[in-house]
């Protein structure tokens, strides 16, 4: 009987295990997501727009902004890892160009984290899936 119950437990462990394992596989950031970040001597929040397309080797997208620095600027570096994602994009700002590093935590159909450039600039930022 207590064998029994053993490899019952043993059992029931190995599966709620393998589904969690599954689930986090099949995650799938793909779509659009919308918020808003601080930009230096922005007088209110910039909105943001960031695209994701899930490929078989990872994920690739767009980042857009409507203060119109930032127009359809493609992400690179992309990676999506224990519920972090991270990529960097450049984009010129009429004098210079400049490349913006994220760092987001996913959380369900929320982003959350920071931006960051070379030169020390850096705000948070929050993005929601549009459904």
């Known amino acids: 009987m207590k064998r029994t119950v053993s490899i019952l437990a ?10 969690g394992i599954s ?3 099949e995650f799938d950031l793909s779509g659009t997501w919308e918020g808003a970040t601080e930009v230096p001597d922005g007088i209110e929040p910039d909105k943001i727009t960031l695209v994701l397309e899930k490929t078989d080797e990872g994920y690739t997208g767009t ?10 600027a493609e992400i690179e570096d992309v990676e999506f890892e224990d519920g972090t994602l991270t990529f960097n994009f450049t984009f ?10 994220l760092t987001l935590t996913v959380e ?17 930022i929050e993005l ?4």
């Open 108 to 124: 369900g159909d929320k982003m959350s984290g920071y931006w960051e450039t070379e030169d020390g600039n850096s705000a948070s």
């Open 63 to 72: 980042v857009s902004d409507t203060l119109y620095m930032i127009q359809e």
């Open 128 to 131: 929601e899936r549009s459904k």
């Open 23 to 25: 689930f986090c596989q």
């Open 92 to 101: 010129y700002n009429g004098e210079e160009y400049i490349t913006v590093y």
């Open 10 to 19: 043993l059992l029931a462990l190995f599966l709620t295990l393998s589904s």
